[in-house]
């Protein structure tokens, strides 16, 4: 195991200098590869909501080789993302998977005062998005009552604020949001919902629609990964025992719809005739696996949660990783929402690949936690 893990990580590593190189000559955010070419956000420029897992990538790569073209690539993203940050005309909740792995990588690995202080801008802005009647309001313009199980990754801004400030407001905010969470987006059997819209004005549940899953009512395996992924690390930050029950009945859920490849359909029920693939939701999942095995008491778990990473991380690499020259980004039959909504389906989509080399230096025993608690 140990041999696949380093060779898989040297892999990226040759891979991602030819791909930095490319994105700094190119001068964008990369969002997706074609052939040797990047593309950069389908939609609202550099301040579409997956501008942080590039200079994540970056962060996680220079912290694990101190290779200094990863820093300078890292550096030079932010300042385009801290420039959205006074924009602020696109952005939304989702400046916790913007900032948190950009000014706040940069933060947590070297201190910077200026990182610190923009990743504070960044939490206030989430926090601003809060209702009172218990959620984060997720999107703009006319859905004020609008929430999305993605946000559970976007709260770990909140509880890394409320450390830093020594000032509980932002924890309560991530606590509220949550609760009602686990209470109207996850299902008995450990599935969840895409979307939940409340009623702005009173927090009464309107509505479940499928968002970017197959139908109301199905399972958005990538929104599945948020979940996991996401009340484990609600566990890590508050140490609220419901958090990690709610973490391990999701992950046995998704676990118990792996394929026997390794792959991970796009939605868990999509029509059995339909070949449609998110590894993006694998990777994350295994990432958020990795971490739950190191959080679960249940000795039996830990191992299960720990094979079934190794699983997802391994059918990737064996079925969908591309290590030629031919391309930028590594993980291939990525897909952007079950029915096309123009970000893509079937390509590389590089928070794919985010997640994949996140998981793969966890794997090595790197520090790669960039959404845990820091330590003081
Ligand atoms: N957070 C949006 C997505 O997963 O596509």
Redesign the pocket.
């Known amino acids: 195991m140990q041999k696949w893990i380093d060779s898989t990580f040297d892999k990226i590593v040759d891979k991602f200098r030819v791909s930095t190189a490319k994105a700094k000559e190119q001068g964008l955010i990369p969002y997706r590869s074609e052939g040797k070419e990047w593309i950069g956000s389908p939609f609202d420029g550099n301040s579409w909501?997956?501008g942080g897992f590039w200079p994540g990538a970056m962060w996680l790569l220079h912290n694990a080789t101190k290779e200094e073209c990863f820093l300078k690539e890292a550096l030079r993203v932010e300042k385009l993302l801290v420039h959205e940050l006074m924009e602020f005309t696109h952005l939304n909740h989702?400046v916790g998977?913007m900032y948190m792995l950009s000014c706040g990588a940069h933060y947590r690995f070297t201190g910077d005062s200026e990182a610190h202080r923009n990743t504070m801008h960044a939490a206030t802005i989430l926090a601003g998005r809060f209702n009172p009647n218990g959620y984060i309001r997720a999107w703009d313009k006319d859905r004020a009552g609008w929430a999305?199980i993605?946000c559970m990754?976007n709260l770990s801004l909140l509880y890394w604020a409320s450390a830093e400030e020594n000032d509980p407001r932002f924890e309560q905010i991530a606590r509220i949001h949550a609760d009602t969470s686990m209470r109207t987006f996850v299902r008995e059997d450990g599935s969840c919902n895409h979307i939940v819209i409340f009623d702005p004005s009173n927090g009464e549940v309107l509505d479940c629609p499928g968002g970017?899953g197959y139908a109301a009512g199905s399972s958005w395996s990538?929104?599945q990964a948020?979940a996991l992924y996401g009340f484990a690390l609600s566990y890590m930050h508050t140490g609220d025992k419901r958090y990690l029950e709610t973490a391990e009945r999701i992950a046995n859920y998704f676990i118990a719809n792996i394929r026997p490849d390794g792959l991970t359909d796009s939605d868990f029920c999509q029509p059995k005739d339909e070949e449609r693939i998110d590894n993006?939701a694998g990777a994350c999942a295994a990432s958020g696996l990795l971490d739950l095995s190191d959080l679960t008491e249940d000795t039996v778990l830990k191992e299960s949660y720990r094979d079934a990473a190794i699983k997802l991380l391994q059918g990737i690499d064996a079925h969908c990783a591309d290590w030629t020259e031919e391309t930028l980004g590594i993980m291939q039959k990525c897909t952007?929402?079950y029915h096309n909504d123009g970000?893509g389906r079937h390509i590389n989509i590089l928070?794919g690949d985010y997640f994949f080399v996140e998981a793969i230096c966890k794997l090595r025993g790197a520090d790669a936690k960039l959404w845990s608690p820091m330590s003081k």
């Open positions: 909501w997956t989702d998977f999305i993605d990754m970017q990538r929104g948020w993006i952007a929402s970000a928070y």
